[in-house]
């Protein structure tokens, strides 16, 4: 099993995202950082590249050049990983789609519903592989929740509730590169706490359940006096089938950390997972003493194996999850370019269709809230 090769655009210096990446990628051994264009400032892009031990010909100053150049090599990247604010999706997806390469792209997918379908659009004509880093998606107990869900075992979908809550935001943060751009409607698109953390709260509902949603009301808040985008999310939600949700995510709420949390209630069962628990998996039968699954335990489904790499008892988290992705996406690239069907759990991994939806519900969320909370439908 030959390593791949990564390219990545954006997560220089002062980057968040770009660093856990770069970890995730390398923890299963199935990638190694070949090339990138790490920042805007040709100087700053190569001097971060010889940092991280990069050939100084292949830390590019501008990621067109780099779209080009890869392409054209032998020994070229097998994907790239997209790791910029929102606002340079699509035209840096487009570009290396275009020169062939897959990409691995983080959410959103990109600042309006038009541009992601039309990314959907040429990500299906060209037939390359592309992932969307939904990485709650990889956590080895959220796969055994949605296993359990599809196996029937909570029966019909009654409720769903999930929440983010962060605190990060609480204050005005002048100076911290990360919430500049996040505050930033012109590079992080129309929601604020809406595109950064309730995307992740709705993929994971969604991911879960597999119940489409057919509608909601929602109401955006900003509480930091200044702020250009939105800090609090409340949603109603309607799925098919009827039944309904809640979605709520903040950036203000003070003392939360990275508070992910998700609730599912079937007509014959319900589940509870929380991202500070990783592990855990609450699963209580109507009328039975509440279960908890434990990653790595006995009984488990061949999803949540696959996702484990270690023991029970020693914990994995937020890298793991992540790395999972990165694994998902190797095998989907090496069945690529070998010309083959990928293992069928390589399908778990989140794609363009994915952040279409996405995209979609932000669009939703923002037309309701400036109808005053009125239902509105979503349509990827």
């Known amino acids: 099993m030959r390593t791949l090769r990564l390219g990545m655009v954006g997560g220089g210096p002062g980057a968040f995202i770009g660093g856990v990446h770069r970890m995730a990628a390398r923890l299963d051994g199935r990638w190694v950082l070949t090339a990138g ?33 890869e392409a054209d090599r032998a020994d070229g990247i097998d994907a790239v990983a997209v790791v910029t604010p929102n606002h340079l999706h699509a035209p840096i997806c487009t570009a290396f789609l275009e020169a062939g390469v897959p990409v691995i792209c983080d959410k959103p997918l990109t600042t309006d519903l038009a541009s992601a379908r039309a990314l959907a659009e040429q990500v299906a004509k060209s037939g390359l592989p592309f992932i969307l880093t939904h990485n709650y998606s990889g956590y080895p107990m959220v796969r055994e929740a949605r296993a359990l869900m599809a196996a029937g075992r909570l029966g019909p979908l009654r409720g769903v509730q999930v929440e983010y809550a962060q605190d990060w935001l609480a204050r005005d943060l002048p100076g911290n590169k990360q919430a500049d751009w996040r505050g930033d409607p012109q590079r992080a698109g129309p929601g604020g706490a809406l595109g950064d953390i309730a995307t992740h709260a709705y993929h994971l509902a969604r991911f879960v359940t597999r119940a489409p ?4 009301s ?54 509870e997972w929380a991202q500070e628990e990783p592990d855990l998996l609450r699963f209580t039968p109507l009328g039975e003493a509440p279960r908890i699954l434990r990653r790595g335990g006995p009984g488990l489904s061949a999803a949540a194996a696959a996702a484990t790499r270690l023991p029970a008892g020693h914990p994995e988290g937020y890298l793991e999850g992540f790395a999972q992705i990165y694994a998902d996406a190797a095998a989907l690239v090496s069945a690529h370019r070998d010309g083959r069907a990928p293992d069928a759990l390589a399908s778990l991994v989140p794609g363009v269709q994915d952040g279409v939806e996405g995209v979609a519900f932000i669009e939703a969320v923002v037309k309701s809230h400036a109808a005053d909370g009125a239902w509105t439908g979503i349509s990827a």
Not at 45 to 68: C, I, K, Q, T, V
Not at 213 to 216: G, I, K, N, V
């Open 37 to 69: 264009a790490f920042s805007a400032d040709p100087a700053t892009s190569a001097e971060f590249g010889r940092s991280l031990g990069l050939n100084p010909e292949r830390a590019y100053g501008d990621w067109a050049d780099m779209a080009r150049a």
């Open 213 to 216: 949603l057919e509608a909601l």
């Open 218 to 271: 929602a109401d955006l808040s900003t509480f930091v006096p200044g702020r250009r985008v939105d800090d609090d999310v409340r949603v109603q939600l309607r799925f098919a089938g009827g039944a309904r949700g809640q979605l709520w995510a903040s950036q203000v709420a003070v003392g939360a950390t990275n508070g992910l949390r998700l609730r599912v209630f079937g007509e014959n069962a319900g589940l």
